[in-house]
């Protein structure tokens, strides 16, 4: 965050929805009170909890207690998944992106639905057309690599999907997260993204403040700094962010 990161990135992976484990609610509780609270909607020190989970409704309100401020769950696991609020709970029911995005809200936190790359964008259209703004997402995440693991390729064939909701949603905060860095990062913001997850290219680089004033540039220069606010967020691997607190 010193390096002029204005969110923070935290990958949360269960095991099941992704082969990967990482951490949850407890971890999220011990780093928050080293980044202050964000004072506004899109405020620096926003935690951005991208839940990469088989399960995403039961985890809400622990991750709303451990200080997360916009909870983002995957498309592919809400259409799958049960009703139940809590891992100790168990529901016959089944759970939807709308329902779960109405339960985000509902518990303080700002919603975005996330998308995998084989998944098609026009899935997306329905939610973003709801007439129930409580219903709608804050946010949406593409995915530029396949979700659980880092330092992967950029996928540029998933920039049409960017370009097709923001044609559509001019004033959509668009995420892209997976292989971003400077030489990716043109291609991101010519598509329509303004909010950049970037780990590797910021993590592996010798000046990272350097890396992120790039990167958050060429976002600007598209978009106009009057536009839809830049968010820059500096993402962090699990073994990273331990090691650093």
């Keep these: 965050m010193d390096n002029g990161a204005d969110w923070l990135h935290v990958d949360v992976m269960d095991g099941h929805f992704v082969p990967n484990m990482t951490f949850g609610a407890p971890v999220v509780t011990c780093i928050r009170p080293f980044v202050d609270r964000p004072k506004t909607a899109w405020g620096r020190g926003t935690f951005d909890c991208h839940m990469m989970v088989a399960e995403p409704k039961i985890w809400v309100k622990e991750l709303a207690k451990a200080g997360c401020d916009l909870y983002c769950f995957h498309y592919e696991a809400a259409i799958s998944s049960t009703a139940a609020e809590s891992a100790t709970e168990t529901s016959s029911e089944k759970t939807n992106p709308k329902e779960l995005i109405r339960y985000i809200h509902k518990n303080k936190m700002q919603a975005g639905i996330a998308i995998k790359p084989d998944t098609p964008v ?94 958050r540039e060429a976002v600007n220069t598209r978009r106009g700094k009057n536009d839809l606010e830049t968010n820059l967020q500096h993402k962090r691997t699990h073994l990273k962010l331990t090691n650093r607190l």
């Design 122 to 215: 026009n899935v997306l259209w329905d939610i973003l057309e709801n007439s129930n703004r409580e219903e709608v997402p804050d946010m949406v995440l593409v995915m530029t690599v396949h979700p659980g693991f880092g330092g992967q390729k950029f996928m540029a064939s998933e920039l049409p999907k960017v370009t097709a909701i923001r044609d559509r949603y001019p004033d959509m905060n668009i995420e892209v997260d997976g292989g971003l860095g400077p030489g990716t990062i043109d291609q991101a913001a010519d598509a329509g993204a303004n909010v950049i997850v970037a780990g590797s290219a910021v993590f592996g680089s010798k000046n990272p403040a350097e890396v992120i004033h790039k990167l």
